[in-house]
């Protein structure tokens, strides 16, 4: 490959009558043929003499020439030139000369309507990528030129055009609505919706497409045409092109969202209409229709809509949700065994690692869990699909009509899940786990005999039916953990096991999956069997390829989060930890698999406790070593980002969640660790990161090292104090969180040490405990925080105790028993001797609280029944009287039974 200098010397300054050399042109066409080659190096070079040629200001001349007037080359040479043209626009455009950029314009104004619909469609491209930087303003003659074009009787200027202003409103919606252009959207939308009934089908997809981009941000424009665009939709519903009924369904269901009030009065007809088209023989079609169905359960008026269509509805869902041919060939769904075959890297899904929060323990249900509805169990297929979208229609609709689905569900179940054709039965399970959640209490009487059958179908010889029968039984793992262990639990479990153990990678990860939830729901009901559930999973260790590995790692790692302390037995841990050890012995530093083995090790630790010893030195050496790195990195980049990329935080955020598990788990043990570390160095850059998931985890792991070894925190508090108060803000809900939770833990450690920092701490967090939709566990963790506080300097605390005692209340009294809790009402107490009058006016709220321990310490309850008695006497006996009243009956009851009030 030699490219000549004298092409270089060629392309000199740019004219106006820009004419190409012919030696220039031949080479530069030469390139673009080597560079469509196979081979690397050739590309490398190619790559190489491109970047050089960018230096020269008339090159993009050059592209730009061949793509419009090349017209004897072939498209994809022409193509690849104007792609090479757009990526240099997108890189370089604010530095090309004014003459260069007149002439790539006008060029491409004349060839949107060349013959060849690639080269239209890269014209297209290269026209929405000038305009999207910021030229829409400065292309004066753009959008007049497009729309005078859509007039043209020749059918490739009309289309060429219409696909280029088609971009530019995908890509730049937001400025065509707006005054910087005097609005050309009052023009372009009753342009475009002429063409709803041009005879040219791609013509008429052209034109919904584009009106399409503007239902979502309630253009104005549009809102005036409403009426006339919904007229136009309802006269293309049965259009013979599948792109058209694509781009009409799509529009429906975007109105629903924006418009709802313009389709109440047609909603019977639509509802029918989407009906057909879930059917549609396109499947394209039928996914776009099926989205209707998800986006009309969020209205409230879905049930008295549906309602009169549910047994018309439920038959086709379900319909939708069998695999198709296409599906199972691309699935392999015809192999059976491929645990032997290696994975593909490209298979491998991108994994977002969850920062550490600090949660209190309340007896609610976590109301922060992922909301997994495990409707991708096809991941090869990671894409969305009618399957999916039928299966994630059900789901929402049980969830709103509950119950009253099941006598049009049932039937159809009994038919599905017990057909010959294993694909229609696979689809019946589906139904049957997609419906869970929303007819959970219809489906309890049928249970009993539901599930041994689908632990039954665990064993089917379809390692598709064998998959979806995991995912499914995990939807009903709740009911399953709460009925007699023998005849449910144990054979569910038992079953489980084995297909961990399938000889399908497939069959592998929805056990897996299916297992993790399962010890979620079953916590230390577990324990009796762990022996068991430990030998399964160390040994698919051996046995599972890359990608399962991972999921491995998170089961096991749940595993650890249920049973706890349990799982310390040495028997346990010879078992457990070799096979970690040797995985972590094997990954290097820059290895992304190194995420979910430190989520997994972390977990582990915590669970371990004391049984981590043994491992905890270099595993804590190698996290600081990984903070440390990207730490180094990050400051390597900001110095210099030409030759250093930004490293990947996430190696330094599980890091510092793996030393967050070791602290907790081997508390006053890490000392040694920590001592012979510059960790509070490092952690202190951490705490002041950009990016809100790294503070998230330095701030969990702050308060775990003022619990384990508060020695080695206390020297450094004045320099974290001042950073930790500028985080205590509710819009990084996660950050804040932890932070809070850090700064009681610090409060019990420095005692009346904490004087000096509460002021700036105290008002941020009287202003979260009264902020309307703070979610739960913030709250809980503010008013420990407030009353860790209060404890520690009640004079300080005490005199706001009016602004904070009633939402203190309310937070606390749902959380469980414990070390927490009772410190931070101790600290109430101290306040409300320091200060009564604060607590009066909502002293029913404090009674509600103290109701709510089970089992205070004997000195604690001491100080409610002295505080309770002190109030009582203070407003006397008919006072009292007249005030209990209003407590609800077990309120009553109980302080009457503890307390004797």
Known sequence: LILLDSLLQE???VRMDW???QDGLQQILQLLKESQSPDTATQREVQAKLEQLNQYPDFNNYLIYVLTKMTGEDDATRSLSGLILKNNVKAHFSKFPTEVT??????????VGDPSPLIRATVGILITTIASRGELTNWQDLLPSLCSMLDSDNYTVCEGSFGALQKICEDSAEILDSDNLNRPLNVLIPKFLTFFRHNNPKIRSHAIACVNQFIIGRSQALMLHIDEFIQNLFFLASDEDPEVRKNVCRAIVMLLEVRLDRLVPQMNNIIDYMLQRTQDQDEGVALEACEFWLSLAEQPICKEALQPHLDRLVPVLVRGMKYSEIDIILLRGDVEEDENVPDREEDMKPRFHRSRSHHTNNTGDGEDD???DGLDDDSSLSDWNLRKCSAAALDVLANVFLTELLPVLLPILKETLFHAEWEVKESGILALGAIAEGCMSGMVQHLGELVPYLINCLSDKKALVRSITCWTLSRYSHWVVQQPHEQYLKPLMSELLKRILDSNKRVQEAACSAFATLEEEACTELVPYLGFILETLVFAFHKYQHKNLLI???????????????????EYINLLMPPLIQKWNVLKDEDKDLFPLLECLSSVATALQEGFLPYCEPVYKRCVSLVEQTLNQHIAHVQNAEQFEQPDKDFMIVALDLLSGLAEGLDGHIERLVAGSNIMHLLYQCVQDSMPEVRQSSFALLGDLTKACFVHVHPCIPEFMPILSGNLNPEYISVCNNATWAAGEISVKLGADMA????????PLITIINRPNTPKTLLENTAITIGRMGLVCPGIVAPSLLQFVRPWCTSLRNIRDNDEKDSAFRGMCQMISVNPGGVVPDFIFFCDAVASWLNPQADLKDMFGKILHGFKNQVGEEAWTKFSEQFPLPLKERLQTNYGV
């Open 11 to 13: 392309i000199s300054m």
């Open 19 to 21: 004419q190409p050399s």
């Open 102 to 111: 007149v002439f790539i314009k006008s060029e491409c104004l004349s060839a």
């Open 370 to 372: 992922e909301d997994d």
């Open 552 to 570: 491995l790692y998170d089961a096991i790692g749940t595993l650890a989060d249920s049973v706890g302390h349990h799982l310390n037995k040495a």
């Open 756 to 763: 000096v920092y509460i002021p700036p701490i105290l008002n």
